[in-house]
Nanobody
Framework: QVQLVESGGGLVQAGGSLRLSCAASGRTFSSYAMGWFRQAPGKEREFVAAISPSGSTTDYAISVKGRFTISRVNAKNTVSLQMNNLKPEDTAVYYC????????????????WGQGTQVTVSS
């Protein structure tokens, strides 16, 4: 079973930037896609971004495309989410997620989750 620990959340003004990181352990990191999801108060959890096992393929929700960048360093078992030009509507708890099938990327194929980190964007 994979363990995921997020860090890097916080409070930022609109237009600012934050970088989230996620450290993974417990299985072969480089064989699985990684992703980020978020959940705002009163809303369902939603997909934000995903990256393939090799890092060659990325996928973004339309609401964050062009502002957020997902990346990974397989040698360090880490995945990051660089968030630029943040908006108040980006306020949410952000969750790191690990793919449930090796060598496969899909917005719905995630089976392990971190504890979440709060991101708050003030207007």
């Amino acid at each position: 079973q994979v363990q995921l620990v997020e860090s890097g959340g916080g409070l930022v003004q609109a237009g600012g930037s934050l970088r989230l990181s996620c450290a993974a352990s417990g299985r072969t990191f480089s064989s699985y896609a990684m992703g980020w999801f978020r959940q705002a108060p009163g809303k369902e959890r939603e997909f934000v971004a995903a990256i393939s096992p090799s890092g060659s393929t990325t996928d973004y929700a339309i609401s964050v495309k062009g502002r957020f960048t997902i990346s990974r360093v397989n040698a360090k078992n880490t995945v990051s989410l660089q968030m630029n030009n943040l908006k108040p509507e980006d306020t949410a708890v952000y969750y790191c997620a690990a793919g449930s099938r090796p060598y496969y990327i899909s917005r719905t194929a995630f089976g392990s989750w971190g504890q979440g980190t709060q991101v708050t964007v003030s207007s």
